[in-house]
């Protein structure tokens, strides 16, 4: 096969099997085909490369674009295509995408801040670029900047005894515990040094002691405080200093009674030494309640004596009787001896004796029992007393505060007497009146039930006359039962039902026994009146 009027330039040529050419021709074959006319031959042959696959690492920003795809995040990812020489090639792609969100830088300065290789010497806001990452990012961020707060220095801490209060430190007055500052200030005013100095202070107590302090006269002598060793001094004035102090508490007389002043201090442990303010301790001995000599107390037979008020005064205190205690001294009935043990407001004590007596009982006599007639009058006769009182009273009695009162009884009656002398003491005494009943009982012929209180029922008279009801029933004229007492002692108020008859008579019938045992049965009329 003949390729006539060819122009090759630079051509490289994959040449097949049926080739007209050997790639390996001689220089002289070559040489032949110039004797084609009208013809330029350039032939170059060469070996086509082989078929390679790419394997690609990117570090990117945001996005990458590879064969026309718009990346976004991060992948591993390959692309088949035929290349120009006809070759099929996979490229792989290991693709790391970097995101930066702007950001928002606060710093804080002194004289001046370099950032990015800017140096700023204000504070305030300020927009910076920087770069970020193995892609090298762009990221605009916000840099705030502002002056640096003081730089504190902490002293090593003071403990002072606050007798050394106060005192003066780099100009400043220390008057307590706290902490202290000092400002050391620099050439711009910005980030000045403050010095900070805490301040202990030592403040011991004195001891804990009573004051004033009230001690009884004649009590045992004993020391202020039995306790406190070499850390408590006692001084006569408050003048003295710790060493001319004496470390024995003293111990004051209670011989007399009057007034001592001491003062006592006390200081810190032993590796610091600071002395308490001086304390004052007043001692007062003061004279023991004085309840005076036995006292004696006279009540009336039966009554009972009120000891609170035998001694008074501003102190408290028990009664004992018998060795025990009493425990309700306002109701005492028991005579014999009682003892008051006194304590008063300052502790101190004494024993009262108080003796109590009873008098002779009132010889009250209400006389002897009797029997009396039924609603006759029958005099009492009572003595024993100045005064007298008899119970029950009016109407049974026409007095009952006379010695000798007149009795008008209808049953049996237990009298009381009450006899008081000359030191109000009283004495009772009963006497007991029997009645002697009549042996006719009568039955009304008429009555009156109006509601005035006078003769409104119908009954026996008198009831106290009648010992057992067996019956009492009223009858109209018609012969209809209209009352029944059955066996109680009741009386017929005029109504039936409820309702008030009509005037006019009534039969009844009463069957019963009277007090002297005798059998009544009694019937007749009874005019009812409106």
Excluded at 169 to 182: C, F, P, Q, S, V
Excluded at 286 to 292: D, Q, R
Aim: net charge neutral; proline share 7%; aromatic share 12%.
């Amino acid at each position: 096969m003949k390729c006539r009027h060819l122009i090759i330039i630079a051509l490289s040529v994959a040449i097949c099997m049926a080739s007209l050419f050997d790639a390996n021709a001689s220089e002289s074959s070559l040489k032949r085909s110039e004797s084609l006319s009208h013809s330029l031959f350039h032939l170059r042959a060469e070996m086509p490369p082989p078929c390679n696959n790419k394997d690609t690492v990117v570090n990117a920003c945001d996005s990458f674009i590879w064969h026309n795809m718009v990346l976004r995040n991060s992948v591993d990812t390959f692309y088949t295509y035929v290349n120009s020489s006809g070759c099929t090639v996979t490229d792989t792609l290991r693709l790391t995408i970097y995101v930066y969100m702007p950001g928002s830088i606060e710093k804080s300065f002194c004289g001046s801040f370099t950032w990015n290789g800017q140096t700023y010497t204000q504070a305030g806001q300020y927009l910076t670029t920087s770069v970020k990452g193995p892609a090298g990012c762009v990221v605009m961020d916000t840099l705030k900047l502002s002056y640096a707060s003081s730089l504190y220095t902490y002293l090593p801490a003071w403990t002072i005894c606050y007798r050394f209060l106060p005192f003066n430190w780099r100009g400043k007055k220390i008057t307590g515990a706290g902490l202290y500052y000092d400002t050391l200030r620099t050439k711009n005013g910005a980030c000045d040094s403050i010095l900070v100095q805490e301040v202990k202070v030592l403040t011991p107590q004195p001891p804990d002691l009573d004051s004033p302090l009230y001690i009884c006269q004649f009590s045992p002598v004993v020391s202020l405080l039995p306790y406190g060793g070499d850390s408590v001094r006692w001084f006569n004035s408050l003048t003295q200093n710790w060493f001319m102090g004496n470390a024995t508490a003293p111990a004051p007389q209670t011989s007399d009674t009057g007034t001592r002043i001491y003062y006592v201090s006390k200081k810190s442990g032993s590796n610091f030494f600071c002395e308490s303010r001086k304390m004052t301790v007043v001692v007062k001995v003061v004279p023991n309640p004085e309840l005076g000599p036995p006292k004696d107390l006279l009540i009336c037979d039966g009554a009972s004596a009120d000891l609170r008020g035998v001694y008074s005064g501003d102190y408290s205190g028990n009664w004992i009787y018998s060795g025990a205690a009493v425990t309700d001294p306002s109701k005492v009935k028991l005579p014999g001896d009682y003892l008051f043990c006194l304590t008063d407001s300052f502790g101190c004590k004494d024993t009262g004796l108080l003796r109590l007596s009873m008098r002779p009982p009132v010889p009250a006599y209400a006389g002897p029992d009797d029997s009396v007639k039924f609603e006759e009058p029958y005099q009492l006769d009572g003595s024993g007393g100045i005064k007298y009182l008899w119970s029950p009273g009016y109407p049974e009695l026409n007095d009952p505060t006379l010695e000798n009162p007149t009795a008008i009884i209808d049953k049996d009656t237990r009298f009381i007497m009450m006899a008081e002398d000359v030191n109000q003491c009283r004495g009772y005494d009963t006497v007991q009146l029997n009645v002697i009943y009549p042996e006719e009982v009568r039955f009304p012929t008429a009555f009156t039930p109006n509601g005035d209180g006078l003769n409104d029922i119908f009954q026996p008279v008198p009831w106290a006359g009648v010992k057992q009801v067996d019956f009492f029933r009223v009858y109209d004229r018609f012969g209809r039962l209209i009352f029944d007492a059955g066996d109680s002692k009741i009386g017929w108020n005029g109504r039936f039902k409820g309702v008030i008859q009509n005037q006019g008579y009534y039969i009844w019938h009463f069957n019963g026994i009277n007090q002297r045992g005798k059998r009544l049965k009694e019937k007749g009329n009874v005019l009812l009146i409106r």
